[in-house]
């Protein structure tokens, strides 16, 4: 057997190379060395920042830094409009084009049904599906709602959410509610389109597409998500993100520590999250980096922008994917929302 | 041997180019070993990954004076048993892309094909005999079995071989 060659070994050797690598380098070690004492280090640090700040040029890269970490500068203190248009829900609150904002009740989270003519909410103890104006169509009292998501055409539609660690689904008219088994929190993505092929992770972090996918056991996902065309599934671990094709076949593994990922609308193209910038893949383009922690991402519908929602900061990010085009920033997200909920879907 | 334990040491000590080193010189023989025990390109990856992320977090405590090689293969083989056995139980077909066209793949005379036919506890014993070389009393000290199952284990896989190779 000396000679046999598995498949792609060189290729799996990169891609596995990294993930060692990124692992080695945040081992710490058993014998370390002493360390000088904490609070001399950081009031010696904090001193140096002064002097730094106030006599030097780099002291201004340093201030910079700072002010960073407490959100984008000139950031508007009001979302005036969407920038894009479209429609956001984020939490009970819908956010219209216009900036207008209307709110739906008090859901911990929303999601759009797939043209957008309704919402799926949830609340601690019921689903709940409304219309865009706050009308109730109907509930279904279930314990610990989360992640509802809705998918189907204009004719047959369902939803599938978790409720006490299960995952279920109900048809969009709040008929036939069933199980289908043991599910980590995260939420459920359907495929786009009418095959109503649900991707899920187990307990034990498998990410399952019945009939068509199911990987090793691994850390919980933080994200699945579909391209649009339904052609690729993205899989994202804190430290992973892989990519499949419809059939299951992973096609990519990128390394590294990430947030939040998505593919940008109408393309296989992915936008990444890690926790201090903005990327896109494929070539990697950095958009944004900040010191401050980034949180989610969602791309608009014409994919021209990332929405990043900044919560330390109150500020909710509006970073165009094209060149030329400018940067915009909202601040006090939660004063206007009535909290810094996550935003549940941007649609035209 | 002895550039082994000078990498494991550096490495050890923080070098990351020592644990390079390490991983360029063994990775290849565990992607290949684990890929031949559960016959899935992608299952592979993640069981030599998850095998070598495993090693880094245990390298402060592994004993230089120990050969690195069959602590790591004792990993990549017991998690390839229970992929393997994982997916039989679930029902999947055990053909990966790769070989499920053309000219199926052999090594020194083994169909590759047939020896997805046999059990995961089978293949993984012929694989740590034919492909990492190990003796059968190594093989039970890795494994944690007698040396008695062992032989049988080979012996049986290998008559089941025979006979597929002979269709």
Same mark, same amino acid.
């Given at each position: 057997? @000396?000679?046999?060659?598995?498949?792609?070994?060189?290729?799996?050797?990169?891609?596995?190379?990294?993930?060692?690598?990124? =692992?080695?380098?945040?081992?710490? #070690?058993?014998?370390?060395? @002493?360390?000088?004492?904490?609070?001399?280090?950081?009031?010696?640090?904090?001193?140096?920042?002064?002097?730094?700040?106030?006599?030097?040029?780099?002291?201004?890269?340093?201030?910079?830094?700072?002010?960073?970490?407490?959100?984008?500068?000139? =950031?508007?203190?009001?979302?005036?409009? +969407?920038?894009?248009?479209?429609?956001?829900?984020?939490?009970?609150?819908?956010?219209?084009?216009?900036?207008?904002?209307?709110? +739906?009740? &008090?859901?911990?989270?929303?999601?759009?049904?797939?043209?957008?003519?309704?919402?799926?909410?949830?609340?601690?103890?019921?689903?709940?599906?409304?219309?865009?104006?706050?009308?109730?169509?109907?509930?279904?009292?279930?314990?610990?709602?989360?992640?509802?998501?809705?998918?189907?055409?204009?004719? &047959?539609?369902?939803?599938?959410?978790?409720?006490?660690?299960?995952?279920?689904?109900?048809?969009?008219?709040?008929?036939?509610?069933?199980?289908?088994?043991?599910?980590? #929190?995260?939420?459920?993505?359907?495929?786009?389109?009418?095959?109503?092929?649900?991707?899920?992770?187990?307990?034990?972090?498998?990410?399952?597409?019945?009939?068509? +996918?199911?990987?090793?056991?691994?850390?919980?996902?933080?994200?699945?998500?579909?391209?649009?065309?339904?052609?690729?599934?993205?899989?994202?671990?804190?430290?992973?993100?892989?990519?499949?094709?419809?059939?299951?076949?992973?096609?990519?593994?990128?390394?590294? @520590?990430?947030?939040?990922?998505?593919?940008?609308?109408?393309?296989?193209?992915?936008?990444?999250?890690?926790?201090?910038?903005?990327? +896109?893949?494929?070539?990697?383009?950095?958009?944004?980096?900040?010191?401050?922690?980034?949180?989610?991402?969602?791309?608009?519908?014409?994919?021209?922008?990332?929405?990043?929602?900044?919560?330390?900061?109150?500020?909710?990010?509006?970073?165009?994917?094209?060149?030329?085009?400018?940067?915009?920033?909202?601040?006090?997200?939660?004063?206007?929302?009535?909290?810094?909920?996550?935003?549940?879907?941007?649609?035209? | 041997?002895?550039?082994?334990?000078?990498?494991?040491?550096?490495?050890?000590?923080?070098?990351?180019?020592?644990?390079?080193?390490?991983?360029?010189?063994?990775? *290849?023989?565990?992607? %290949?070993?684990?890929?031949?025990?559960?016959?899935?390109?992608?299952?592979?990856?993640?069981?030599?990954?998850?095998?070598?992320?495993?090693?880094?977090?245990?390298?402060?405590?592994?004993?230089?004076? %120990? *050969?690195?090689?069959?602590?790591?293969?004792?990993?990549?083989?017991?998690?390839?048993?229970?992929?393997?056995?994982?997916?039989?139980?679930?029902?999947?077909?055990?053909?990966?892309?790769?070989?499920?066209?053309?000219?199926?793949?052999?090594?020194?005379?083994?169909?590759? %094909?047939?020896?997805?036919?046999?059990? *995961?506890?089978?293949?993984?014993?012929?694989?740590? %005999?034919?492909?990492?070389?190990?003796?059968?009393?190594?093989?039970?000290?890795?494994?944690?079995? *007698?040396?008695?199952?062992?032989?049988?284990?080979?012996?049986?896989?290998?008559?089941?071989?025979?006979?597929?190779?002979?269709?």
């Amino acid at each position: 057997m @000396r000679g046999f060659r598995a498949p792609d070994e060189l290729g799996a050797q990169q891609r596995a190379w990294a993930a060692v690598a990124a =692992a080695f380098a945040e081992r710490e #070690p058993v014998r370390r060395r @002493r360390r000088p004492p904490v609070r001399a280090t950081l009031a010696l640090a904090a001193v140096a920042a002064l002097v730094a700040v106030a006599f030097t040029p780099p002291g201004h890269a340093v201030l910079t830094s700072v002010r960073r970490a407490i959100g984008v500068e000139r =950031a508007q203190p009001a979302l005036y409009r +969407l920038p894009g248009g479209g429609r956001i829900l984020a939490g009970g609150w819908l956010v219209n084009g216009d900036g207008s904002t209307r709110r +739906l009740g &008090d859901y911990r989270e929303t999601s759009w049904s797939p043209f957008g003519r309704f919402v799926v909410a949830a609340k601690p103890n019921e689903l709940v599906a409304l219309q865009p104006d706050g009308t109730v169509r109907w509930t279904l009292a279930r314990p610990d709602v989360r992640f509802p998501r809705w998918a189907g055409s204009h004719t &047959d539609t369902r939803i599938a959410y978790l409720s006490g660690g299960r995952l279920r689904v109900v048809a969009g008219d709040g008929t036939g509610d069933h199980e289908l088994g043991r599910a980590a #929190p995260v939420a459920p993505a359907w495929r786009p389109g009418t095959s109503f092929a649900l991707a899920y992770a187990d307990p034990r972090g498998r990410v399952v597409v019945p009939g068509v +996918l199911r990987t090793a056991a691994g850390p919980r996902p933080l994200r699945l998500a579909w391209s649009s065309d339904g052609a690729r599934l993205l899989v994202l671990r804190a430290r992973t993100l892989d990519v499949y094709d419809a059939r299951g076949r992973r096609l990519s593994r990128t390394t590294g @520590r990430f947030a939040d990922a998505a593919f940008l609308p109408g393309t296989h193209r992915l936008a990444v999250l890690t926790p201090h910038a903005v990327e +896109l893949l494929a070539p990697r383009t950095v958009l944004f980096r900040t010191t401050g922690t980034l949180r989610q991402l969602v791309p608009s519908p014409d994919g021209r922008r990332l929405l990043v929602t900044w919560p330390e900061a109150d500020q909710w990010l509006f970073v165009p994917t094209e060149p030329g085009r400018r940067l915009s920033a909202v601040g006090n997200i939660a004063e206007q929302l009535g909290g810094a909920f996550p935003v549940g879907g941007w649609t035209s | 041997m002895r550039d082994e334990h000078a990498w494991v040491r550096a490495a050890q000590a923080g070098s990351v180019d020592a644990l390079e080193r390490l991983y360029r010189a063994h990775w *290849p023989r565990a992607y %290949r070993a684990a890929y031949l025990v559960v016959h899935d390109a992608a299952g592979a990856e993640d069981i030599a990954q998850e095998a070598f992320l495993a090693a880094v977090r245990a390298l402060d405590r592994f004993d230089r004076r %120990r *050969p690195f090689g069959p602590w790591l293969h004792r990993i990549v083989v017991n998690r390839a048993i229970d992929w393997a056995r994982a997916r039989a139980l679930r029902g999947e077909v055990e053909v990966d892309e790769s070989l499920a066209g053309g000219d199926a793949a052999e090594t020194d005379g083994i169909p590759v %094909r047939a020896l997805a036919a046999l059990p *995961p506890e089978q293949r993984a014993v012929i694989v740590l %005999r034919h492909l990492l070389e190990y003796t059968p009393g190594e093989i039970a000290r890795l494994l944690d079995l *007698p040396r008695g199952t062992v032989n049988s284990r080979l012996r049986r896989g290998l008559d089941a071989l025979a006979r597929e190779v002979e269709r």
